[in-house]
Nanobody, 125 residues
């Protein structure tokens, strides 16, 4: 599967952005999807994940209550709604996919089967 992320940009503190990730193929619901981010000089870290049917979602504590992950399987797209953005949210954001049963989620970079190309998010004060 190929993943195409979009929606990044520059915003001020407290602003919002919505990232999208479009997947190729006809079996999108068979993939758990996730968002990771990587700040300059730092490791890629988990942000949020959603299972294939969309019924299970998990977040890193740093974004809980500010970010929302969702998916539209009819459109082969996963979203990350980011509200109340902070300077520490600045990073390149990557969408990720892992094939598996509906119980599957993806929370570690090592568990990812496919990566998108990344989209830059910059939050300034």
């Amino acid at each position: 599967v190929q993943l195409q992320a979009s929606g990044g940009g520059s915003v001020q503190v407290g602003g919002s952005l919505r990232l999208s990730c479009l997947a190729s193929g006809r079996t999108f619901s068979r993939y758990a999807m996730g968002w990771f981010r990587q700040a300059p000089g730092k490791e890629r870290k988990f942000v949020a994940t959603i299972n294939g049917s969309g019924g299970s979602k998990y977040y890193d504590d740093s974004v809980k209550d500010r970010f929302t992950i969702s998916r539209d399987n009819a459109k082969n797209t996963v979203y990350l709604q980011m509200n109340s953005l902070k300077p520490e949210d600045t990073a390149v954001y990557y969408c990720a996919a892992r094939e598996g049963p509906d119980t599957m989620i993806v929370v570690t970079p090592g568990g990812v089967d496919y990566w998108g190309q990344g989209t830059q998010v910059t939050v300034s004060s």
